[in-house]
C-alpha cells in the first residue's frame, strides 16, 4: 500500500478506490503468474483510458486553438501517441510503480509501450474514481503544454509520416499509395489517391497535384484511427 500511496502523491489525490489503481498498473504478465490471488489486469482500464484522453484532448483543442478540423486531427494525433504517453509515464516514475511478471524486462521499446499503456489504464482509473472533471484536471495543465510545445515549435509530424507509423505499428507494415483517377485538362488535372494496407483501403482523397491527395488521404486514414 505505501508504493500506491507514494504514486497518489505524485497525482496529487487520493483514491476512494485503491483496487482501480492497483489494476491499472497491473499488467497481464503478473496476472498470470499469481492466478490464486483472482487479479485483474489493466487492459479495460486502458481502453477506458484511451477514450477518455481522446475526448479530453478533442475539447482541448477545440477551446484553444482556431485551426480547422484537418489541422485539429493531425495536432490530436501528435497529443495521444505512444511517445507523448511514455513522457508523461516517464515524469510520475510509473517504471517503479508496475505489477509485471518475473519475465518482463522494462527496457527498449517494450519499457515505452507497457508505459504509455499504464498511463491510459491510469487515466482510466481516475476517470472511474473521480469522475471527468479530475480526469481533466490531471491531463488539463500537461496537454497544454505539450499544444504550445507542437504549434509553436512546429513539432507536428507530416501526415504522411505518422499514418506510417500507425500502420507499422498497427499492421506491422507500410501504408501504399495508388492513383486511382485522374480527370480534367492537362493543365487543371484532379487526382483522385487512395491509400492502402494490405491490399484494403484505408481512405481515398482529391487534391490538384498527387501530393496534396496523398496528405488529404493519410489525414482521413488518422482520423478513421482516432478513437473518442
Do not use: C
Not at 503468474?33 to 477545440?62: C, K, M, Q, W
Not at 511517445?83 to 516517464?90: D, I, Q, R
Not at 495508388?178 to 481512405?203: D, M, W, Y
Amino acid at each position: 500500500m505505501e508504493k500506491l500511496e507514494n504514486l497518489e502523491k505524485k497525482i496529487g489525490f487520493k483514491f476512494k478506490n485503491k483496487d482501480l489503481l492497483k489494476i491499472a498498473l497491473t499488467h497481464s504478465s503478473f496476472v498470470k503468474e499469481n492466478p490464486l490471488e483472482r487479479l485483474e489486469d489493466n487492459e479495460r482500464l486502458e481502453f477506458l483510458g484511451d477514450a477518455v484522453l481522446g475526448f479530453i484532448t478533442s475539447d482541448l483543442l477545440y477551446r484553444l486553438l482556431d485551426k480547422p478540423e484537418g489541422d485539429l486531427t493531425i495536432i490530436k494525433t501528435n497529443l495521444v501517441d505512444k511517445k507523448t504517453l511514455y513522457e508523461l509515464a516517464s515524469r510520475l516514475n510509473l517504471d517503479q510503480y508496475l505489477y509485471l511478471g518475473k519475465g518482463v524486462k522494462l527496457r527498449g521499446e517494450t519499457k515505452k509501450y507497457l508505459l504509455a499503456n499504464a498511463y491510459e489504464a491510469l487515466i482510466g482509473a481516475i476517470y472511474l474514481d473521480k469522475g471527468s472533471k479530475k480526469a481533466i484536471d490531471f491531463l488539463k495543465d500537461k496537454l497544454s503544454s505539450k499544444i504550445s510545445t507542437l504549434t509553436e515549435k512546429k513539432e507536428i509530424k507530416n501526415p504522411k509520416n505518422y499514418l506510417q507509423e500507425i500502420t507499422q505499428e498497427k499492421f506491422k507494415t507500410l501504408p501504399h499509395y495508388q492513383v486511382i483517377k485522374e480527370e480534367g485538362p492537362p493543365h487543371n488535372r484532379t487526382f483522385s489517391v487512395a491509400v492502402r494496407v494490405n491490399n484494403k483501403n484505408l481512405s481515398v482523397a482529391s487534391g490538384k497535384s498527387k501530393k496534396e491527395a496523398e496528405i488529404k488521404a493519410a489525414k482521413k486514414a488518422i482520423k478513421g484511427f482516432l478513437k473518442f
